[in-house]
């Protein structure tokens, strides 16, 4: 008896389920031809194009704005940076040029290097590739961060 109770139920909850279905299934339908509609309208779609034409040329103007701004951020970075080279060589330059027992020693930019212990092949190629890399660096012509110019 408790069997055919619960087989009882559980016909109900599959009639129930099923109905339910049936009724989102349709509602489904019903809107998803009612978004197809709204798509093939053309007043819509010119309406959407209009925008995204509009979205896009905001989006190139920012783009542009935000290069250009980087640009020069990274120019008055650059001019600040020279100027500091300016102002620790001007010093230099003096304290060699006028040198009077009582004028203090000019500081060191580096720190002493500590003695190591390099013997051998290692040595030479530390100093090999420290001699490498210097005339590289003095080579190399600035990078500047934005657009890249159109070749001719």
């Known amino acids: 008896m408790a069997e055919k109770k619960w087989e009882n139920q559980l016909m109900d909850f599959i009639k129930r389920t099923g109905e339910e279905l049936k009724r989102t299934g349709e509602e489904i339908k019903v809107e ?4 197809m509609d709204e798509v093939r309208d053309p007043s819509r779609q010119t309406k959407v194009k209009e925008t995204l034409k509009d979205l896009r040329d905001k989006a190139t ?4 704005e935000a290069g250009d701004l980087l640009e020069s951020a990274v120019k008055k970075v650059e001019g600040a940076f020279e100027q500091d080279k300016a102002d620790e060589a001007a010093p230099k330059a003096k304290s060699s040029a006028g040198s009077t027992p009582d004028a203090e020693p000019a500081p060191a930019s580096k720190p002493a ?21 210097a005339p590289a660096a003095k080579k190399a012509a600035p990078k500047s961060i934005g657009r890249k110019k159109a070749k001719a």
């Open 61 to 64: 103007a920012m783009t542009k």
């Open 113 to 133: 290097r500590k003695a190591g212990k390099t013997i051998g092949k290692k040595a030479g190629a530390k100093k090999a590739a420290a001699t490498k890399k």
């Open 32 to 35: 998803a031809q009612r978004l």
